[in-house]
């Protein structure tokens, strides 16, 4: 298999990240009363994001292609090493485009065993409950019960279609073989 290359990856997540971040500005601004809270999110992971001023918001979209980058120029490198050091085909083959089903079931997948395992954490250890993130990423979600778990289900692979339906069409344009420029 041929090696990833760190920047289609760092430019699809940046963008993942950034329409994320902007249907949330949005929503908060179009429906300031509204039970959702994803806003919240944004404020505890973007440093000096207030949400009071043009700069703040600039600022945060700033933050998302630096971290978008950042996780690709980091992530990238090391599941190259990994999958040289394990590879069973030498051939070298070059990369097909992403599929749209794959990434989707593991995407879908590995959200919902960390939505799970995650819940199963916050019932086994109340007193470190992770209610208040769940409250935020999840719309409808209130509480450690059976209704709240079912919506953060439906929510989580909500994300999984999102993150699969954005990133693969960005991947698959961004790829080196489709853009040789880009080596």
């Not at 963008?15 to 994320?20: A, C, D, P």
């Not at 908060?28 to 994001?49: C, D, K, N, V």
């Not at 949400?51 to 120029?73: H, K, N």
């Not at 993130?133 to 209704?147: E, H, K, Q, R």
Request: glycine share 8%; net charge positive; aromatic share 20%.
């Amino acid at each position: 298999m041929k090696r990833l290359q760190p920047y289609p990856v760092a430019v699809a997540l940046s963008f993942i990240f950034l329409v994320l971040y902007l249907v949330c500005v949005g929503l908060h601004y179009l429906l300031p009363e509204s039970g959702w809270q994803m806003y919240r999110f944004w404020e505890m992971t973007l440093i000096g994001f207030t949400w009071l001023t043009a700069m703040s918001l600039l600022l945060g979209i700033l933050e998302i292609f630096v971290g978008g980058f950042f996780v690709a120029y980091t992530l990238i490198p090391l599941f190259n090493y990994v999958d040289k050091k394990f590879d069973t085909n030498k051939g070298g083959n070059p990369m097909r485009p992403l599929r749209f089903k794959p990434v989707l079931f593991a995407v879908t997948g590995f959200g919902i065993l960390t939505y799970v395992l995650c819940f199963i954490f916050d019932l086994i250890f109340p007193q470190w409950a992770m209610t208040e993130i769940w409250n935020i990423l999840l719309p409808g979600f209130t509480g450690l019960n059976w209704a709240s778990f079912f919506i953060g289900l439906l929510g989580v692979i909500g994300y999984g279609i999102y993150i699969s339906a954005v990133f693969v069409p960005i991947y698959n344009f961004f790829r080196v073989e489709k853009l040789p420029e880009l080596k």
